[in-house]
């Protein structure tokens, strides 16, 4: 059974940064797509960043510039590293891997951003 484990959310002050990781557990395979989507209070989930099977990337306008996805497919994690935070990043934060027969979601982790 394949399990996706996070990591690294937290509390941090605007400006500062912190780094998610995103850790599947179990047999997994064929692995296409990876990539992050949050959930603010009151708002639907929204895609911050997908990263492909080949390494091409893609960002929510809001975080361009700020945030950077990566993988590791040895590994079957993905991170997101996260720059110059704003209060308005505050929200939970799930990764998602997308293989060939399955999708699979995190539990999510809380990032707060205080002003």
């Known amino acids: 059974q394949v399990q996706l484990v996070e990591s690294g959310g937290g509390l941090v002050q605007a400006g500062g940064s912190l780094r998610l990781s995103c850790a599947a557990s179990?047999?997994?395979?064929?692995?296409?797509?990876m990539g992050w989507y949050r959930q603010a209070p009151g708002k639907q989930r929204e895609m911050v960043a997908r990263?492909?099977?080949?390494?091409?990337?893609n960002y929510a306008d809001s975080v361009e510039g700020r945030f950077t996805i990566s993988r590791d497919n040895a590994k079957a994690t993905v991170y997101l590293q996260m720059n110059s935070l704003k209060p308005d990043d505050t929200a939970v934060y799930y990764c998602?891997?997308?293989?060939?027969?399955?999708?699979?979601w995190g539990q999510g982790t809380q990032v707060t951003v205080s002003s």
């Open positions: 998602r891997i997308s293989t060939l027969r399955y999708e699979y």
């Open positions: 179990g047999s997994i395979f064929s692995i296409l797509a």
């Open positions: 990263i492909s099977s080949g390494g091409s990337t």
